[in-house]
């Protein structure tokens, strides 16, 4: 999986209040948390830090790393892991590797799709040889495929089913249409795949097919690969389809995988308990899925919206003459995948954590998706490597991780999130996902609200390759393109007039599970374009050709999460933007009683949207107490104080959990569950909306309400710590 | 040319006031100008006249006059025009015909498409024969074509130009592709096709291939002919290119094209000083399109919104391998066109005429456009007959025109509009045209602002068959589907809310003449759905199976127009809608202040937009002096105050005319001069704000505010003569 589509929907809208200019206006240029002294020296480092970037270097490990295709529990992907540990060891970082065991299909097993009535057509399911790309010849590269698929052989009549969403389904029921028995077509887009699989199955398919169309993915947007990056008509979209309600081992939710021949005995779960899918299901590309589409002969064309972009009218069925086969037999078992963490220790603060991320498992050659955020972060590995070796150690301690089987379903983060729960709980300052994070020339990002005023700031910071653009100038002056998987129903993001916008976390890469089962701030930021996502084709060849041919996107990110890491690891008083949790939950919370409000017009939640002017009365008296303190030269209580300001996104976490999935501990936001991708913001209120339901809403308000205010109570606690003479507006209650 | 594709553009939304229940309170139910007893006596001829209608009968005249092509200047149309003057002397009408000679093409000449290189490849352009459908094989029906086309001979590379807007051409030119000595392609939809032509000339293209594309009008709208209603691969639109700056016969603007050997000499213009193409042009299908669309290898694809749905990435440019021929040979010369008009002359007030009209020449069958509008007013005129048989008469005289050489460019509408316009002035009480006016199961209209409460309260009189919904009510219900030529910068209607949508009149029909050149209140009103515009297979095998199954439609928009008809034709005092023209005036200038505040920000036309409000005082108080008028039993002075009424409309007919064109004489409406389909409402206004001009407002404010003033004068007039003891406020200055 990869944050890349859904992190595009967030970005709508291009908007300049200056956090900088207003939050330090005594110490300009101002960065948000640091003394003046400290400033001096942070400035320097970061001066530093940035002459050492190289787009030869980047480039180098980009081609190591995505030599061969690598999925996760292979040999080839060992191998990375290999390359990463020897590269963050040369660079004289500590290095961890922490094994899992976790229940993983094998590869594609068979696959067999044909169309046995009127005619017998075989369909293809691998993607072309064209000889400009020497990797696209792979032996290794596998077939289209789609794992977690159910085993079976199955020939059917067929149904076309849109997106496949919810809705989707709802509609052809509507009009009078059953999938019962049926092989299903669906497209990529508008949900995360493995809800198309659970869908289709709960409405009785025998088999699902699931392809790219032209109008989402393919010609309709642009020139096609190997001519231009678009999907072409063999380009095949591979993807997992696990949808069990937590993220993770589907047989160890909540507790790590750890290895079985370990210490520790983890109880797993039966198989017959865990909701994978039991239906065969695999991916087509359009060149493919045509041979299908074009033979329906049902009488009814498909409602508005429905229609793609193959030329003829989109049918619902294809009628009793058309039968088509699909067998998938995927075999499955416990295999072992290693987390790979580096550490540079703190020189004063050993104990909390600045933590970074990507995972370095693909579907092939994972050359955006995700590699050029791990040869982005093994770069910055190094320069900070070589500032240690010149005398320099930052004040935190930096944990760069690496994470495995993230496209299984992110699941190495999550097993490690869930092994060090209570140490991150008490030790970490941030997580920051960099998942594909140099796929591409346009910057976006999404974050929790603590850490916005941190991405603006930072991006002022950092000069935009061959342009008299910052970085930030750059974001602010782009609004992003279309996205074709953009979810109905998703948050909107909380915009702040002047600024770009700054996405919402949803579903789909590294930071679930710290940000949404521990609790943890999280920011996701990278470079976006056009991708061939989860295609063979995501290689070293397309990304020198349409990627990145200069290279300079690499050393430009590197800039950016490298000064993101330093201010985070070297801030006297951590630089969480905390008005940011006012406005931001105002907006979010106003948007969740609107919900409510279409099927309970008269409802309000009142009780909790009244505490939003306290808390932001304390988030303003701790923004102003905190810029005092660090005038004043105040030094001996900053561990206590940031200790507490550890503690604010804390908060949020409750530990009845989602109603959706109790894996799922923010009260602040979720991956929506009946998409996957997109994102929630509220989810306990959303979740009650979507059944059109109030009976629970009352102890949800309570649970929302207790969150807002244990979060004003902390803010009123570190006020009164950083001003211990005079009295200052509180909070408890 | 049709109003059935503009007309749909006006009608995005559906939303109840009920002009009937508030304007006559004291009379339910309430016919708008009726006094008690003579509503009686109308709600009596109405009742009778709605028994009459036949399914059977109308389609009988439409089997008639669609039995084969008739084109204009064509022998076939001749007997098409002497079926129809029949028809109406059997029913006892009185027929006159006019003749106009007129310059028009003799029909489509040669035509060559082929592409020359890489390989040569005839390119086909006519229709397929299909079996089902008896009339695709007649030898009669012309290969596609476009009238006053360019003779020429030209082969070179190619450019796409989108669909040839005045924007399409500048964005090309911004992309730095010239059109100069190339064959440029473009698709239909966004304009009026003569403006793709004109455009592509005025670049120095060297010949035009105009397209139908399947995004649309074909396969992605729904199934495609014969299986469904939409454009299939061999469906071609014929048209015209004619886009001289005024309306009617191109060589005697202003004049009516009297027949040369007869007893008047008009004075023609030389062909040399008439702006016709002069570069070839030719419709394909996409069948055909797609044979030099596909070989297209230009590196750079189309900006967004230019891709359609052929199944590739659209390009720019050719290249230079790509070369394609366009050969067109077409005649043309001075032709007889014949316009027939029946009357039955009233019998209270003979010399007050209430006009209803529809053109009878078609591109081939003509089965939706025109003819289906021809066969309902035939059915009309004969219901009229047998009430006068039976002896009725109505009070006012009713003439109902059918129009020759529509097609060509609304030529024979406006030369009768320009040999009687003095008469017409005086005489004419109202324009309605029904050009297609049974092409589908779905109500729309557009109209001048005084015609809009009679469209309403007529409406509702009347049963949509096969349901308990009166008209209006299937108006009120359904929202207008998408239209492949909505046109940016078109006048939005004036909506009210709970009301349908009614839209504006713009270009393209037989309402032009008697609307914006004599000035006479219009409506057109029809019965829309899926058509093959212009291609041969509008026909009545088309019809029986996708139109109207039952013919049932006809009978039902025979009842809606003789309904019209007859209130128009027995009101004691005309029906007009009065508060609307101030209603809709602010509408509309305000829209058009908007549009010159968007270069000229601080200009106003207050001085204009001031008179609303005597104006809305006058036509209140006009109102309410027509209620107690009508009940007090005065019918002395009907005729006086019904001239003073017919010359409302009058008050926006400004001796100048447009800048763009003085033959449209109409301060109020004309059809957009950039795109000729589209409606533009106040456009003096429109016209100085798309040349980003301030210097003419002033004299435009001038006449404008004449214009209103004119109109609240004659209100106060007639209120003073409906209430001649009692002051009312007045609107003398």
Redesign the interface.
């Known amino acids: 999986m990869t944050p890349s589509l859904p992190k595009l929907s967030t970005l709508a809208f291009a908007l300049a209040l200056s956090f900088a200019a207003t939050a330090q206006p005594t110490t300009p240029p101002g960065i948000t948390g640091f003394s003046p002294n400290q400033q001096a020296v942070e400035l320097k480092t970061e001066a530093d830090f940035k002459q050492q970037q190289d787009p030869a270097r980047f480039r180098q490990h980009l081609e190591r790393l995505c030599s061969v295709p690598h999925v996760a529990g292979s040999r080839e992907n060992e191998q990375v892991r290999d390359y990463i540990a020897e590269t963050m060891r040369k660079a004289d970082w500590k290095v961890d590797i922490y094994p899992h065991d976790i229940y993983l299909p094998k590869g594609p097993g068979e696959i067999t799709v044909e169309v046995v009535t009127p005619t017998r057509v075989p369909i293809n399911t691998k993607e072309f040889v064209f000889k400009e790309d020497k990797y696209a010849s792979d032996p290794r590269v596998m077939s289209g495929w789609n794992a977690y698929a159910g085993n079976g052989d199955v020939t059917a009549t067929v149904v076309y089913a849109n997106y496949g969403r919810k809705e989707d389904f709802e509609q052809l029921k509507a009009m009078g249409i059953s999938v019962a028995g049926k092989v299903v077509l669906a497209r990529y887009g508008g949900n995360f795949r493995g809800y198309k699989a659970q869908f289709a199955e709960a409405n009785g398919a025998a088999g699902l097919l699931i392809f790219t169309d032209?109008a989402d993915s393919g010609?309709?947007?642009?020139?096609?690969f190997p001519e231009?990056p678009?999907y072409s008509e063999s380009v095949i979209q591979r993807g997992s389809l696990l949808t069990v309600p937590y993220t993770g081992d589907p047989l160890t939710p909540g507790e790590p995988a750890l290895p079985m021949d370990g210490p520790i005995k983890i109880k797993r779960l039966d198989l017959k308990d865990v909701a994978l899918p039991k239906i065969p299901v695999t991916p087509l590309p359009y060149g493919s899925a045509i041979e299908i589409l074009k033979r329906m002969t049902g009488i009814k064309?498909v409602p508005a919206g429905w229609?793609g972009?193959?030329?003829?009218?989109y049918?619902l069925e294809g009628g009793p003459e058309l039968t088509v086969r699909l067998k998938v037999q995927q075999e499955k078992a416990i295999q072992r995948v290693y987390q790979v963490v580096g550490t540079l220790v703190g020189s004063e603060f050993p104990d909390e954590w600045v933590i970074a991320g990507c995972h370095y498992d693909a579907w092939s050659f994972g050359a955006t998706d995700p590699n050029s955020g791990t040869s982005m972060l093994l770069s910055m590995v190094e320069t900070l490597g070589k500032q240690v070796k010149a005398g320099y150690r930052p004040r935190r301690t930096i944990k760069i991780a690496h994470w495995d089987a993230e496209e299984f379903g992110v699941i190495g983060s999550a097993e490690w999130s869930e092994q060090f729960r209570e140490e991150l709980v008490q030790k970490a300052v941030a997580y920051m996902n960099y998942d594909a994070a140099v796929s591409g020339r346009t910057f976006g990002a999404a974050a929790s609200p603590s850490l916005k005023g941190l991405l603006i700031e930072t991006t002022k910071s950092v000069q935009y390759p061959d342009s008299n653009k910052t970085v930030y100038e750059h974001w602010l002056g782009h609004k992003a393109g279309g996205n074709p998987t953009r979810v109905a129903g998703s948050s909107a993001p909380a915009v702040v007039a002047g600024e770009p916008t700054i996405g919402n976390l949803g579903g789909g890469s590294d930071h679930i599970g710290p940000y949404m089962h521990v609790g943890m701030p999280a920011l996701s930021a990278g470079m976006e374009g056009p991708t061939l996502y989860h295609s063979q084709y995501d290689d070293l060849y397309f990304y020198d050709k349409f990627v990145d041919p200069t290279y300079k996107m690499g050393p430009m990110m590197e800039q950016v999460v490298g000064t993101l890491t330093l201010r985070l690891a070297n801030a006297d008083l951590l630089p969480f933007d905390v008005v940011r949790y006012a406005t931001d939950l105002d907006v979010h919370l106003r948007a969740a009683e609107m919900a409510i409000k279409t099927y309970a017009p008269t409802y309000s939640i009142a009780p909790v949207l009244n505490e939003i002017a306290s808390l932001k009365k304390n988030a303003e008296a701790a923004e102003a107490a905190r810029r005092s303190y660090l005038l004043g030269n105040k030094p001996e209580k900053l561990a206590e104080l940031n200790r507490t300001m550890r503690q604010l996104e804390q908060s949020f976490v409750d530990q009845k959990g989602m109603a959706f999935g109790n894996w799922y501990r923010s009260l602040y936001a979720s991956s929506d569950p009946y998409s996957g991708y997109a994102s929630w913001m509220m989810p306990g209120f959303l979740y009650e909306a979507s059944l059109k339901s109030t009976k629970n809403l009352p102890d949800l308000e309570a649970r929302y309400r207790k969150a807002i205010v244990s979060l004003s109570d902390k803010l009123s606690t570190l006020v009164q710590a950083m001003n211990p003479p005079a009295s200052v507006g509180g909070g408890n209650k």
């Open positions: 032209p010609y309709m947007l642009g020139l096609t231009g678009f064309a229609q972009g193959l030329p003829f009218t049918r």
